[in-house]
């Protein structure tokens, strides 16, 4: 029976161990920017509406680097204004949901 429970004991705190190391990064990403900083509630987007972390982090490189690494800073990658437009309006438009115009996300 002491087996049992402690068998049963290790499988619960693995299995709230998962839960925990299933969120991946900060509650909530701030982005400078000209018309106000954009605040990305990044938890929301992983844990509610299930949004893969490769949707935004697409180069797969560990560690996960910041959006500004790249966007803006490499030749080729688009610059973060257009790739932040792109990638967030154009999903919000997609699924009809999510704010979608200037002052809705940019705050001063």
């Not at 490769?54 to 800073?73: D, F, L, M, N, Y």
């Amino acid at each position: 029976m002491k087996k049992l429970v402690v068998l049963f004991s290790a499988m619960a705190f693995l299995m709230a161990g998962g839960l925990v190391l299933a969120h991946h990064g900060p509650e909530n990403v701030t982005f400078s920017a000209k018309m106000g900083a954009v605040t990305f509630p990044h938890a929301k987007h992983q844990d509610e509406y299930k949004i893969e972390c490769q949707t935004c982090h697409h180069t797969g490189t560990e560690p996960v680097e910041k959006c500004g690494s790249c966007h803006g800073a490499k030749e080729g990658a688009p610059k973060m204004k257009d790739a932040a437009h792109d990638l967030c309006m154009g999903c919000h438009k997609e699924k009809a949901a999510g704010p979608t115009g200037c002052k809705d996300c940019h705050k001063k």
